[in-house]
């Protein structure tokens, strides 16, 4: 990750922890108008409280948000206004959002480039920012996490025959995403250097 993702992220993070400690400690009006409670509250207030809840939760993307307000009946206008605002002051940044998912989902489950696409996609990144992304994982990269995660399967079945491991070392490595090529060309590696294959 880039040192101008990192200062970017950070300062996204800065911003949404002022404004939450600003809501909590608002102060409420000393003299508040009689017929306050009678009022409607404002729809761009109820917007922003209900986006800075799910961001305090977790990185959320734009469309995230959009549906989440969508399911409370917040006007499109609304949110729309409520959203851009928060993209200029950094709270939402589906740049930022999709590397930190790329990165957090390669480290955490190991799932390959096609798989995160989908992922990235199904959380409403647009696709050229979702390529974009993702063409930070070479191919070098993927193949080493496939190796890795088929070393680590295989220290689980040890004593297995050959046919099995192979077997479910595919299974496992194809639901992660990884193209047929890679799968090949790893689960054969990891078996013929696991220890336990290793002539006497």
Known sequence: MSTKTQDKAARAAAALAAALAAA???????????QAQDREPDPHDVARQIVLRQLAMGPRSRA?????????????????????????????DDDAYAQMFVRTHLARRGLARSALARELR?????????????????????RDRARALADKKLRSMHGLEIEVQTRRLAGMLVRKGYSSGVVYAVIREAIAEAPEHLPD
């Open 24 to 34: 909590a400690t608002r102060a409420p009006d000393p003299d508040p108008d009689p």
């Open 64 to 92: 995230e948000l959009e549906q989440k307000l969508a399911r409370r009946d917040c006007p499109p206008d609304v949110a729309e206004a409520v959203l851009d605002r928060m993209t200029d002051v950094g709270l939402v």
């Open 122 to 142: 199904a959380k409403g990144i647009e696709d050229d920012l979702a390529d974009q992304t993702l063409a930070s994982v070479s191919d070098a990269d993927e």
